[in-house]
């Protein structure tokens, strides 16, 4: 398979559609190889448009989910990002790219290792993968720039808000079937955030969150 010709594909066929513009998200996309991140036996459907199932209920986002979610964020290359849930390691490796550090948390010791394989065949050596649920955060390597949430929740818990810097964003895919949204938060002071829903999408459950919180804006 030309995994070359795939990955262009995937770029200008799913990601631009989806109004994915920024050049240097398109780059990242463009250079980094998928299929070192899906399981073998789905190599074939690496740039597909498609979930792929990683084991233990989990699985990787479409490809343009993922180019969507780092192109609202607007990464500037110095931030702290915190991702919850690291599944194959791919979206970490887009966060890496486009960032200073990145804090990940994934509950399943089999795919925390297979993910930290996947993102130094992929050539990201330094990216901290640690194996937790993630529902809590860090507060001790907090506060942070951007926290990525790569499953979709039915509520953000305050917790993991209160863990922004301020100016700092937390992205994640809020709601129930069969319409959830994908929403951004910003906190603006202290005791202050806001919040803006992006788009309409589907995906699996983030594990480990509870399906409601007392928290409210």
């Known amino acids: 398979m030309n995994f070359e010709k795939a990955r262009f594909n995937m770029v200008e066929q799913q990601i631009r559609p989806w109004q ?3 050049t240097g998200v398109l780059q990242i996309l463009s250079s980094i190889q ?23 209920d989990e699985y990787m986002l479409p490809p343009r989910i993922d180019a969507r979610l780092m192109h609202d964020l607007h990464l500037q290359g110095n931030e702290t990002v915190l991702e919850i849930g690291t599944g194959s390691g791919y979206l970490t490796a887009l966060l890496a790219a486009k960032s200073k550090r990145v804090i990940s948390f994934e509950q399943h010791d089999d795919l925390a290792q297979r993910a930290k394989s996947n993102l130094k065949k992929a050539g990201f050596h330094h990216v901290d993968i640690r194996l937790s649920d993630g529902s809590q955060g860090s507060i001790q390597d907090g506060p942070y720039d951007a926290i990525v949430l790569t ?18 964003q937390l992205i994640a895919i809020v709601g129930d079937e069969p319409v959830m949204q994908t929403t951004l938060f910003k906190r603006i002071s202290d005791q202050q955030w806001n ?6 999408t589907l995906a699996p459950r983030l ?10 804006f």
Do not use: M, N
């Not at 998928?34 to 233990?56: K, M």
């Open 151 to 168: 499953g979709s929740v039915a509520e953000v818990p305050e917790k993991l808000l209160s863990q922004l810097k301020v100016g700092g």
């Open 195 to 200: 919040h803006k829903v992006l788009w309409d």
């Open 207 to 216: 594990h480990g969150f509870e399906e409601h919180s007392q928290f409210s």
């Open 34 to 56: 998928r299929e070192l991140f899906v399981p073998s036996q789905w190599a074939s459907i690496a740039y597909s448009d498609t979930e792929i199932t990683l084991g233990h």
């Open 20 to 22: 994915v513009l920024d």
